[in-house]
């Protein structure tokens, strides 16, 4: 099964640490968060082995605090507030791809077809790292919290 990290960034006074509030924000109903989410797919998960042995850490750029989701097959919301958001954008912003990418090559190679396909998925991480380096300095700009879901 293929599952997306979903992001959605929210002013901090809007947030509500409800399961049901939380759920309508993914669900279509917005309500107070702006414009600005993101969907980390493909790599997807895979994507916190590139932050786990940084100052960070994986919890703080991919993870967060939880809130129980509605149901109880489905993972729970991961939020964080407007200035640990500022802290990611502020690690992401400055990290150096390339020193993230040479230790978690050698996990991360087998899973995506080995080292021949090292350029493809090299690529394919870095994309990624830019984008989701991109969604936090807009969302710190802002000063907003982000609301996250790893969704199938």
């Keep these: 099964m293929n599952v ?16 049901t509030w939380l759920r309508k924000l993914f669900d279509g109903d917005h309500g107070p968060a702006r414009d600005q989410r993101h969907v980390l797919g493909r790599p997807g998960p ?4 590139l932050y ?19 149901g109880p097959q489905e993972p729970p919301f991961l939020l964080l ?3 640990q958001t500022a802290r990611v954008a502020t ?9 993230l990418w040479r230790p978690a090559r050698a996990e991360l190679l087998p899973r995506y077809g080995g080292p021949g396909e090292e350029p493809r998925t090299r690529a394919a991480f870095a994309e990624a790292h830019h984008e989701l380096a991109a969604f936090y300095r807009t969302t710190a700009l802002h000063r907003d919290a982000v609301v996250k879901w790893l969704m199938p």
Excluded: E
Aim: aromatic share 4%; with cysteine; glycine share 8%.
């Design 91 to 99: 690690f992401l912003a400055t990290a150096d791809f390339d020193a």
């Design 52 to 70: 786990t042995d940084t100052v960070l850490g994986d919890q703080a750029v991919l993870g967060g605090g939880q809130v129980c989701a509605a």
């Design 46 to 49: 895979d994507h916190q082995i």
């Design 4 to 19: 997306n990290l979903h992001l959605r960034a929210v002013p901090p006074p809007a947030l509500r640490n409800s399961a």
């Design 81 to 83: 507030t407007a200035a």
